[in-house]
């Protein structure tokens, strides 16, 4: 009886990102129909928002330029459409809000990416808050007019803000609930209530 050998079927391969310069990701993204970001040459789609997660931050830009404006200070605040460029990272990233102390500097003179930002604030989520607490944060660091993180988790009303210190350490802070002022140091000492964050959301 002959035997035949039986070779496996060839796996197919699996496709490969492509690279693009970031000339080409700011091209494609004027036409994009959904945000992306620039990581060192590669075009990383996001996650869209949930209803909380939009809802926080909207709040959050409200409580920001309420503050702002009382005081008549001279700052910006802008929401998820503004990018952050990170050169030493070779990164272009989207913030869910950001503040941008008196002039905004913009990146190769384009008006949808700064570079310096002042506070930005990222509101977490179970897929992302690991990035954000770690490898987001390392990246806005190294921006020098970068000083203060605040972070605002959707699953349960707690706050953390980073501040930058003169010696460029980092003090963490923690807010929990509805008797909870967030402090914000880099913006005049700005309170952030959380129970006016969170409120008309059901979340513990």
């Not at 952050?84 to 990272?89: A, N, Q, S, W, Y």
């Amino acid at each position: 009886m002959a035997e035949a050998l039986i070779t496996p079927p060839a796996r197919r391969m699996a496709r490969q990102p492509r690279r693009m310069t970031l000339e080409a990701y700011f091209r494609a993204e004027e036409k994009a129909t959904q945000k992306h970001e620039f990581h060192n040459g590669y075009y990383k789609p996001m996650a869209g928002g949930t209803f909380k997660h939009d809802n926080l931050a909207s709040k959050a830009v409200t409580l920001l330029n309420n503050f702002i404006e009382g005081h008549d200070y001279s700052y910006f605040v802008n929401g998820s459409d503004t990018k952050i460029r990170i050169e030493h990272f070779d990164k272009v990233v989207y913030p869910d809000a950001v503040v941008i102390c008196e002039t905004p500097i913009f990146f190769h003179g384009r008006q949808d990416t700064i570079t310096n930002p002042l506070l930005v604030v990222e509101v977490l989520s179970k897929s992302t808050e690991k990035h954000d607490r770690g490898g987001k944060f390392d990246w806005y660091r190294t921006l020098p007019s970068f000083q203060e993180y605040v972070l605002i988790n959707q699953e349960y009303k707690h706050v953390t803000v980073y501040t930058r210190q003169p010696d460029n350490s980092w003090l963490l802070r923690d807010y929990d609930g509805d008797d909870a002022t967030a402090v914000l140091y880099a913006l005049h000492e700005c309170p952030l209530s959380l129970k006016r964050l969170y409120r008309g959301l059901e979340i513990s």
